[in-house]
Nanobody
């Protein structure tokens, strides 16, 4: 089991910057990848960026060139540096951890997804 706590959201003007952080605790050794997702009201939760335990990264097209995802394995912390923010970036941003661990009732392994409670990002004048 993994617990995730996000922080760093807030109100910023267009063109400004924010840095989001996510601290993971629990069975962090089972984590295979982590990522940031955003969810605007009434819309689907979508990927912003992800990073695997091997350091591979993947970004949404709208995030390329503006956002940077990073992970500090020693501190179990995931970060998202957000620059050149736009009003359309306004959303709740969620931290996600994907694990590969033993199933509850068998010897097989299963993929589990864990989510934080989210942090609000608002880009407005």
């Amino acid at each position: 089991q993994v617990q995730l706590v996000e922080s760093g959201g807030g109100l910023v003007q267009p063109g400004g910057s924010l840095r989001l952080s996510c601290v993971a605790s629990g069975n962090t050794f089972d984590i295979t990848s982590m990522g940031w997702y955003y969810e605007a009201p009434g819309k689907q939760r979508l990927l912003v960026a992800q990073i695997t335990s091997r350091g591979r990264t993947n970004y949404a097209e709208s995030a390329k060139g503006r956002f940077t995802i990073s992970r500090d394995s020693a501190k179990n912390t995931l970060s998202l540096q957000m620059n050149s923010l736009k009003p359309e970036d306004t959303a709740v941003y969620y931290c996600k951890a994907e694990t590969l661990e033993a199933s509850d009732y068998g010897t097989d392994t299963e993929v589990y997804d864990y989510w934080g409670r989210g942090t609000q990002v608002t880009v407005s004048s």
